[in-house]
């Protein structure tokens, strides 16, 4: 499967944008998917995941209650909306896929090409 993320930006503090991440190649349906970004200086880390059919999602503790995972498997798209946007949610923001939903970035098979997202306080 092929992943290509898109809309990042850069957003005032409190702000909000909604990343999308576009599928093509073997059935979208068929895979769980993740978001994962990478602050500047930083590792990479977890940010939210979500089963194949949308019905199981998990978040990191530091998203909670502000971003939401969400997928439409008949336009084979994965989204991120992430609303009262922190400076420390400046990162560049992956998706990745793999056949079960996991928290961990190694067992993720598939990465789109990742899209910057800059928070301004």
């Known amino acids: 499967v092929q992943l290509q993320a898109s809309g990042g930006g850069l957003v005032q503090a409190g702000g909000s944008l909604r990343l999308s991440c576009a599928a093509s190649?073997?059935?979208?349906?068929?895979?769980?998917m993740a978001w994962f970004r990478q602050p500047p200086g930083k590792e990479r880390e977890f940010v939210a995941a979500i089963n194949q059919s949308g019905g199981v999602t998990y978040s990191a503790d530091s998203v909670k209650g502000r971003f939401t995972i969400s997928r439409d498997n008949a336009k084979n798209t994965l989204y991120l909306q992430m609303n009262s946007l922190k400076a420390e949610d400046t990162a560049v923001y992956y998706c990745?896929?793999?056949?079960?939903?996991?928290?961990?970035?190694?067992?993720?098979?598939?990465w789109g090409q990742g899209t910057l997202v800059t928070v301004s306080s």
């Open positions: 190649g073997r059935t979208f349906s068929s895979y769980a």
């Open positions: 990745a896929a793999n056949s079960r939903v996991s928290t961990r970035s190694p067992t993720y098979d598939y």
